[in-house]
């Protein structure tokens, strides 16, 4: 075993354990549904702030990122622009309607109780829908989606530790799920959450470390400019136009219109991400959302500038291209650190991987059981129970993401693309809506997911001009609610009540 696999192989298995002790630490503190899903809505704003980033940026800051950035070069940074501009502008417009909805929107059947614990009671609570029709297509929507988000986490997982160890991608991938799966099992959501305390930390401290290492390593800002446009002008083109092909960068058309549209889109997603709404609704006050902003914002705006810088500096730093693009994070840390030292960088990549693959298995196994089981078993279920059956959800979801990222050819930045875009125009038209417009009915919610889910799943399949898939399906879900809203019934006076209290509680916390 060499001195760089040894290295690895013991900060990998410190890294490992300490989830492991965080889960463990977490366990007596879950003891309900709430807390299982919530950690009964107790987080304050640093790690509500950071678990919102943690659960985000996944192996695709990392890997995904870089390695756009890497293939095509400056033009791919628009994704990193919408991303930061949507990242605010969801905790500024849905972070406090949807902390004090969640928890003022009743259900009458059980007792007028309170507290939406998902999406989808949320919605079926909010317009006070009884068939189960919201509540169900959402919860399928979710679990559509978050099998390919987990797979794509688990693809990230196999080329790490394909390129550290050379392990086999099945292998890679059971090793992996195995140790996310432990945690969560065991925490639920305050594992979930603390463990992305730790992860969002490891993830900016690695990429500052290794964009600080490369630009020594190439003669500074000047020398790592020198070295890209080298390689080709239109690199450093902010239209696009570049891919690279049989062993270098050549020039290629495109319209640079759409590679903005396509990248700023990305941005809009943010509004219908269910693990990272799952934050705001965690939270422990309106009052400590402000607070959460800051944090969050600061560190997604400065992680995704170095993970652009990474990307150029490894078109500049390497003098053959990569096999593998989004390979690019892992091959610097290995050419320009000690082992030791790449071993705490490399596990920075897996706290990426599993700082979102673990909040997405949650927030699945919640549609599977709170907007699953619950609602089929038509009983009510203890506590305990609840939570058991939540934990042995998240094993089986894990299993089926598994299955997908091992035959799966599709890159991580394909996968998070895909379900990106899916999440964002089924639920993020829907959200924003549910909480501004009173007049909002489940008519309405029901037609914009269905409309903005199916034509995120089909675009890809017919896209004719390359345009990404977020901006016709968010259109479509729009025009959608528009449309079959008037076919709706109007808002009842209990609904236009709880209407008017979130929007005075609001108000008043901020």
Known sequence: MTDSVLASAVTFAVYFAVMVGIGLWTYRRTTSASDFYLGGRSLNSWVSGLSANASDFSGWLLLGLPGAIYLSGLGEAWIAVGLAIGFYASWRVVAPRLRVYTERATDARRGGESDSLTLSSFLENRFGERRGLLRGVSALLILVFYLFYVASGLVAMSVLFDQVFGLPGTAAVVLGASVIVLYTFLGGFLAVSFTDVVQAAMMWAALLAVAATALVALGGLGGAVDGVASRGDALLSPLGGTALADGEWTSTETLGVLVIVSGLAWGIGYFGQPHILARFMGIRSVAHIPRARVVSVAWAVTAMALAVLVGFLGIAYFD??????????????????????????????LAAVMSTADSQLLVAAAALTEDGYRVLARREVSPAAMVWISRFAVVGVAVAAGVLAVTSQDSVLDLVGYAWAGFGAAFGPVIVLALYWRRMNWAGALAGMVAGGTVALVWPGVDPIGLYAMVPAVLASVAAILVCNPLGPQATEQLAADFRRVEQEVAGGL
């Open 320 to 349: 053959r291209p990569l096999d593998n693009p989004e390979s690019v994070f892992l091959s610097l840390i290995q050419a320009l650190t000690n082992p030791w030292v790449a071993g705490f960088l490399l596990s920075a990549v």
